[in-house]
């Protein structure tokens, strides 16, 4: 076991169309890569941070910070993945930034050990079903013709990003349009407070799966409350960073699912941890997307693989975000994804995409 180097990579990949949120609209995805470097393999984590702090307070130059002075002077020669989860626990919360180190870490060790993400972290489906997150539209004509693309490629469920002044109604059109079958669900990353549950509760007339992340992630209070007022099932995203935050909400029934990222909660080993949880409980999971390219992508399905994700996730194809993946691109087959089964996350970046990224740091790691 070596590992000899660690090099930050960034880049920019350019969205096919602008995702618009509660909090914001992005056009393209600046990108941060660890590379762990050992003597024969070499492991790939992508930050999940985006470049402004809005999702969450994390945000990408700061990651670049995290990592370089904090978290690459925990790894030696020989550390595991575990090994630097347990030394990075006094850092607090920078989740995105050690789910980053976390994930190169893991990748090289498992393929050292000839093993994949997918058997490491107990998976038990060969592909994902697979559902697509949709922005903010100019105009419910636009959602629907999105919508209506979408499904014709074959995607298993839809999420609306949602916010106020445009809600009921988008939910109330794509019934109308698609149907009641139509597995169906909205996010509004935080963006209404309490005051406006008689509101939400106009949604429980259409049988969505859920309502992701409807109040601030501080506000746990706010969620219980909420949960009481409306039958729709409250998920929750922002608010869920460790299995600590993921026990206490499902105890206090601040939600009664969870949508699951492996860079909010601080790493695939800590993902495990609330999967095992909630599938203990009988709490229904899926998991969220961050725009990832490839390598993220990679590692995700891996994670969605496992038994407690039984709602379709955030893992779109390749195509729904860039022209150019940096690794071979995943498509959809039959509204699924198939999980990369071959040695650790199973696919690395395409030579002809790194060059157009830059080498950042390149940091020597002692060896023990
Ligand atoms: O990767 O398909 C994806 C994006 C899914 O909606 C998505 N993510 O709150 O769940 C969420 C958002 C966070 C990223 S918004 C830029
Ligand atoms: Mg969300």
């Avoid at 790894?75 to 006094?90: M, V, Y």
């Avoid at 509101?199 to 859920?210: I, T």
Wanted: glycine fraction near 8%; aromatic fraction near 6%; include cysteine.
């Amino acid at each position: 076991m070596t590992l000899s180097a660690v090099e930050l990579w960034r880049g920019e990949i350019e969205l096919v169309t602008p995702f618009r949120t509660s909090f914001g609209t992005e056009v393209s995805r600046e990108l941060l890569y660890v590379h762990a470097v050992g003597d024969s393999h070499s492991g790939w984590g992508e930050c999940v941070a985006m470049v402004d702090p809005n999702y969450s307070s994390e945000y990408l130059d700061n990651c670049v910070q995290v990592i370089s002075r904090f978290l690459v002077p925990l790894l030696h020669g020989d550390t595991s993945a575990d090994d630097f989860i347990f030394r990075a626990a006094p850092i607090r919360g920078n989740y995105m930034s050690k789910a980053c180190v976390e994930a190169a870490l893991l990748d090289l060790r498992l393929r050292e050990q000839s093993v994949s993400l997918a058997k490491f972290l107990g998976a038990t489906k060969t592909r994902v079903a697979s559902g697509v997150s949709v922005g903010i539209q100019n105009s419910l004509d636009d959602l629907v013709r999105v919508v209506g693309e979408y499904l014709a490629l074959g995607y298993l469920r839809v999420k609306l990003k949602i916010e106020p002044g445009s809600d009921i109604e988008l939910v109330k059109t794509i019934r109308r349009e698609f149907g009641d079958d139509l597995l169906l669900q909205v996010d509004a990353n935080a963006a209404y407070t309490v005051a406006d549950a008689e509101h939400l509760k106009e949604l429980d007339d259409f049988n969505l799966l859920l309502i992701e992340q409807p109040l601030p992630e501080d506000d746990l209070v706010g969620h219980i409350k909420l949960a009481k007022i409306i039958n729709t099932p409250v998920c929750l995203d922002e608010s869920i960073t460790s299995i600590e935050t993921a026990r206490g909400a499902l105890d206090l029934e601040a939600c009664s699912i969870i949508n699951i990222k492996p860079g909010r909660v601080g790493g695939y080993l800590e993902a495990k941890k609330i999967h095992d949880l909630c599938l203990s409980r009988g709490v229904p999971v899926w998991c969220g997307g961050m725009l990832e390219t490839g390598i993220g992508r990679a590692a995700n399905l891996a994670l969605a693989a496992l038994p407690g994700f039984t709602l379709p996730g955030d893992i779109s194809a390749s195509a729904r975000y860039f022209a150019r993946d940096i690794t071979t691109p995943f498509v959809l087959v039959n509204g699924h994804i198939v999980v990369p089964n071959t040695v650790g996350i199973g696919i690395e970046p395409l030579p002809e995409m790194l060059v157009n990224f830059r080498k950042v740091e390149t940091f020597e790691v002692v060896s023990n």
